[in-house]
């Protein structure tokens, strides 16, 4: 039997997104307060407002959009409606400059682009605590692209000399133990090229402290990595306990009016743990809070106590450095013997 047709609803476009920070002036006009950089090796973190030929910038005044000017009371939003992946005019118009049209095409999300955004800025505030000798490596997921995102930047910030893992907001997935053996690795020796900088042997190995973070939003295979990087004694984890959720599924089932079921599957025995994180989580090492202040003024402790924390352990435990080539043995052919 087919389930009953259901009334169909009107669907309301959705916004398109300019990948920009809009701010309202004191004149009521509307300005581009920052435009979101892109990211290459993302073909979603496309910037609508940095696409060759647009040369849209922060302090522009957004003046129309396709033609009909931007009210002052609710802004571009409404002209936006049903406007992504689209092209779009707009008419824009730079501080002492007369204005001038443009052409963008708009995004049906920037989820994605202000993910990467929010990344580069937590890789550059590493480097400004570390005075640049900290890595770091964000896991949204323990899935396709988790681990692509991993292995992007793995090498590079590999190749400092500690490492701050962050694994907040982890959706999970399945590829929590391929992380892990990486992180695992230790440096048994290094591979000398000429005129190349030395690597490790095995490559993508740690050269010194790692520091986890964690949060309440980390579960199912992000809950699996936190309690692996304990267990394994990899380094601590700072921030709040994990969201304690690692029973796993598989395809739902699916019901003759639509929905769906799905039945649990895969429960989850650790070492240290046993059964214990299912509904509790795992605890951090070092117990730091986001609070609504912190958030509101942009700040992130936990960031800032994960490379402090790191420091330390630095201090106390130098980084792996290639040997001294002075001494090595030469390679060299023997001279010819004197001509009779």
Not at 9 to 34: C, E, F, K, M, N
Not at 171 to 181: D, T
Not at 200 to 205: C, E, L, S
Not at 299 to 315: F, G, I, K, N, S
């Amino acid at each position: 039997m087919r389930p009953a047709a259901r009334p169909e609803q009107p669907v309301t476009p959705p916004v398109a997104y300019l990948g920009a920070d809009l701010a309202q002036a004191a004149d009521g006009s509307w300005q581009i307060a920052r435009v979101l950089p892109g990211e290459s090796s993302d073909p979603r973190a496309r910037s609508p407002l940095s696409a060759p030929g647009t040369a849209v910038f922060a302090g522009s005044i957004l003046l129309q959009v396709d033609g009909q000017p931007v009210d002052r009371a609710s802004g571009p939003a409404p002209l936006l409606t049903g406007a992504a992946r689209k092209p779009v005019e707009l008419t824009v118009a730079d501080p002492g400059s007369q204005p001038r049209r443009v052409a963008v095409i708009p995004l049906a999300s920037d989820r994605r682009l202000r993910y990467q955004d929010w990344v580069v800025g937590n890789r550059q505030r590493v480097r400004e605590l570390s005075d640049g000798q900290a890595g770091y490596l964000h896991v949204p997921d323990m899935m396709g692209e988790g681990w692509a995102h991993f292995h992007r930047d793995l090498r590079g910030e590999m190749a400092r000399d500690m490492l701050i893992l962050d694994v907040r907001q982890n959706r999970g997935g399945h590829v929590s133990q391929l992380v892990v053996e990486k992180l695992a690795r230790r440096i048994m020796g290094w591979d000398v090229a000429r005129g190349l900088r030395p690597f490790t042997y095995p490559r993508d190995a740690p050269r010194g402290p790692v520091v986890a973070l964690a949060d309440e939003f980390a579960g199912s295979d992000g809950d699996m990595i936190t309690a692996a990087l304990r267990i394994l004694g990899l380094g601590p984890v700072v921030g709040t306990r994990t969201w304690g959720g690692v029973i796993g599924i598989e395809d739902p089932f699916e019901l003759i009016d639509g929905t769906a079921v799905t039945v649990p599957k895969y429960a989850i025995w650790l070492d240290t743990y046993g059964w214990g994180v299912e509904n509790h989580g795992v605890d951090p090492d070092v117990e730091v809070i986001i609070s609504p202040a912190d958030w509101d003024a942009g700040r992130d402790p936990q960031l800032h106590t994960a490379v402090r924390l790191a420091l330390e352990a630095l201090a106390s435990r130098p980084a792996a450095r290639p040997p001294d080539t002075s001494g090595r043995p030469s390679r060299r052919r023997p001279p010819l013997p004197p001509r009779p």
